[in-house]
Nanobody, 115 residues
């Protein structure tokens, strides 16, 4: 089993920045892809970004240039740096990791961007 603990969400004004963290613990010896999804009210959950064990990254097209994903393998932690935030970035952000064939989700952290 793997446990995920997210942190870093909150309320920020438009144009501001936030950094989300997701720390994995438990059976983490074979973590592969780590990523972030988000879900806004009334909308489907969508991929924000992911990073492979080798460090290759993919950020959703509309977020490129503002969001950056990184990971610290020694700490089993994935980060999401969000800059130039917009009100439409308001959502619950979920950490997602793949350990072998199994996918784990974090509990979600709320990000609210005020105009």
């Amino acid at each position: 089993q793997v446990q995920l603990v997210e942190s870093g969400g909150g309320l920020v004004q438009a144009g501001g920045s936030l950094r989300l963290s997701c720390a994995a613990s438990g059976s983490t010896f074979s973590i592969n892809v780590m990523g972030w999804y988000r879900q806004a009210p009334g909308k489907q959950r969508e991929l924000v970004a992911f990073i492979t064990a080798g460090g290759s990254t993919n950020v959703a097209g509309s977020l490129k240039g503002r969001f950056t994903i990184s990971r610290d393998n020694a700490k089993n932690t994935v980060y999401l740096q969000m800059n130039s935030l917009k009100p439409e970035d308001t959502a619950v952000y979920y950490c997602n990791i793949k350990v072998g064939p199994t996918t784990y989700w974090g509990q979600g952290t709320q990000v609210t961007v005020s105009s």
